[in-house]
């Protein structure tokens, strides 16, 4: 968090202090009156592309390669970092149609200084069951396979002993991953976050389905997480004139002896 986001958080909490103290008449007037002062506008966030991914996926390699899978999973799935790292096997379900969904149930809680515990979702939004797609599904059936332990509570994502992954090792793993990979520095872990919420938004998902997705209590919040790409728009403006043409074609009407 900024500086500039900590004062108006900081402004925000002091003018609802002082409207309580108004209401129960100790003071006569609320004295935090600056307009806008509390609010704060979300930075820009950066989108990876698909290929900035795959690179940095491909970047984990050597004893970090047992997290390349949970890099896919996170930028198909929306998963908070907490979220995904506390995934248990016994979270990985499949389909009957042959699918994979993770069953979101608990967060990583990862305080420094203070041993690593489990606690629930950010919010109740948070407990939900999120579907993979083919490639991240695929991607970690085989990290089942190869890295986690054979019980149903071993950690999906977890250190060669088992234990949960600290947020401070996976921060040093990803800017060594990105250093190789050749990806821009100021892209963080939490912007896969927001490339999986924007591709959803770019497959057609309403906000509704968007906010079901990544886990968020308000629509407000989701929008958050969707970004306008230029390529995005080309595939809508594609998909508007595919939708035109069936229409007309259904329009036509064939006369009989006309053909030919």
């Not at 970690?140 to 090792?169: E, S």
Request: glycine content about 10%.
């Amino acid at each position: 968090m900024t500086g500039r986001t900590q004062a108006a958080h900081a402004y925000a909490l002091l003018r609802t202090i002082c409207g309580d103290a108004v209401r129960d008449r100790l003071i006569e007037a609320n004295p935090c009156s600056i307009r806008g002062a509390g609010q704060t506008r979300p930075a820009e966030r950066v989108v990876p592309g698909d290929s900035v991914v795959d690179a940095i996926a491909a970047a984990f390699d050597g004893p970090s390669e047992r997290y390349r899978a949970a890099v896919i999973v996170a930028a198909h799935s929306g998963l908070r970092a907490g979220e995904l790292f506390a995934l248990e096997r016994q979270h990985v379900e499949r389909t009957p149609q042959g699918g994979v969904r993770l069953n979101v149930r608990q967060t990583l809680v990862d305080v420094p200084g203070k041993p690593v515990a489990f606690g629930p979702p950010k919010s109740d939004a948070g407990r939900r069951k999120v579907h993979l797609p083919p490639e991240a599904a695929r991607a970690l059936l085989a990290h089942l396979d190869r890295y986690t332990g054979p019980g149903p509570r071993a950690l999906v994502f977890a250190t060669a002993a088992g234990r949960p992954v600290r947020g401070g090792n996976r921060s040093s793993m990803f800017s060594r991953a990105k250093r190789r990979a050749g990806a821009p520095l100021e892209l963080r872990w939490h912007d896969l976050r927001h490339l999986a919420a924007t591709r959803a938004a770019e497959a057609g998902a309403t906000l509704a389905e968007l906010q079901r997705r990544i886990g968020h209590s308000t629509v407000a919040a989701a929008m958050v997480y969707q970004h306008a790409t230029d390529d995005g728009d080309e595939r809508l403006a594609a998909r508007m004139a595919e939708i035109q043409a069936a229409r007309r074609a259904s329009n036509v009407v064939e006369f009989p002896g006309l053909s030919g």
